[in-house]
């Protein structure tokens, strides 16, 4: 077996929770120091590695990865500036050289988090890496492939633009599921009833492009039900949202 | 067993041939006659029973089912009007009322339906129906209940919220993967990153509500991501579905 990968977590936020639980799993991973602000949010890996919440205390190891808010990131990094080792970050929008460090890189899990969800498999879960050379990138490569089946090299542009595809199809989708289900619970209705197409429309893209699979009144231009959709629709920001998605849609044709 | 349910199907579309579809694999139903305007629409029923396209040629059944475009359907039925037996359509956005027959209803079988897709299970599809005396109500839910384990009766203006919250979540949904295909397109990226947070932003609802399952820039209120993203954006509908469906988020915490 190769020799473990070294590792220090700095944060205690969704990802680095999920992060360090995931680690645990692996043999072939060492955590070597918990790093948090606040003690309290990573109690539950107390005994396991020491914890610090004074960064200059940070020992070596071969990677440290800063889990924490995006627009915080940079800043905090000013304090590792003389740290000798590779320090990663782990979010979609901040860039390779926002960060402050000696060695840089970036190690973006790409899912959605949250801390209730105990279980989540990273087998599937593609890892997004980059780093400023090889031996750099071997590290994060190494570490990535033992939790993940998926890790791709890509630069901080591209990542950018993940994370807006991220935002679409999970929060702004999410959104969708609420407005939808304040619609149904308005007119006494369960949003149970939606279940069934909302996994429909998902498992669908898993073999035909979203282009191809595009359906309902605005493709088809159907004004009489377009208009009757929108006199129906009280509320100021989803009459909005049924207009600019409807325009959007006819004009992506 | 009870008495057959018979049906005539008027129509050709996605839904009828879906329907027709669904009815044939169930020996309590019984198809009487096809309807269509153009008959080569419904060509892999020939044989199954008379086909017509000459609506003063329909003969009774307990049901007849027009299925074809919405803004259609009212029209249409005016040929109808001496028919003495039960008639209804299956849109989501018309009323029982634009019904100009004698006996009038609702058959509104609520999925996407493309007609590639050869296999649907209808089991799992909820069947909405409406109906004007119990007598009528009572026959359409035997016929749902045949190919349904969800027929439930709701009205007009319930429909209609239904039928918007549909769009919301199929077809508004589905728009948002395109335009993060498109994205993800133009950075040399492939959609294949988006599936498994697609498929987990659609499972988790199934345990979470939509309100407690939001997460993302807009509901943390992080202005430098979302900054940083619209900036980013060429698209000027994608950049406006990103400042309203941002603002929409903030405004329905």
Do not use: C
Not at 123 to 152: H, M, T, Y
Not at 226 to 231: A, G
């Amino acid at each position: 077996m190769a020799r473990k990968i070294t590792v220090n977590i700095i944060g205690g936020g969704n990802v680095a929770t999920h992060l360090i639980r995931e680690f645990l799993r692996n043999p072939e991973i060492e955590i070597n120091q918990f790093y948090s602000r606040n003690l309290d949010q990573i109690k539950e890996f107390e005994g396991i590695a020491p914890m610090i919440n004074d960064i200059s205390l940070l020992k070596p190891a071969d990677i440290s990865i800063i889990s924490i808010s995006d627009d915080a990131v940079s800043e905090f990094s000013n304090q590792l500036k003389h740290y000798a080792n590779l320090v990663v970050h782990t979010s979609g929008s901040v860039s390779i050289d926002d960060l402050k460090t000696k060695r840089k890189g970036v190690f973006y899990p790409f899912q959605t988090f949250s801390k209730a969800k105990k279980e989540i498999n990273f087998k599937e879960i593609p890892i997004l890496i980059e780093a400023q050379n090889d031996e750099d990138l071997d590290l994060l490569e190494r570490l990535g492939n033992i939790i993940s089946n998926d890790v791709q090299v890509i630069n901080s542009k591209q990542r950018m633009a993940l994370h807006i595809a991220g935002v679409l199809v999970a929060n702004f989708v999410n959104h969708l599921y609420y407005q939808a289900d304040k619609l149904l619970n308005n007119n006494e209705l369960s949003f149970d009833l939606l279940k069934p197409l909302i996994l429909e429309t998902a498992h669908k893209i898993l073999t035909i492009s979203p282009k191809n699979a595009q359906t309902g009144p605005a493709i088809r231009n159907d004004k009489m039900i377009i208009d009757k959709h929108l006199k129906f629709i009280d509320d100021k920001n989803l009459n909005d949202i049924y207009r600019l998605l409807s325009k959007s849609i006819q004009e992506n044709k």
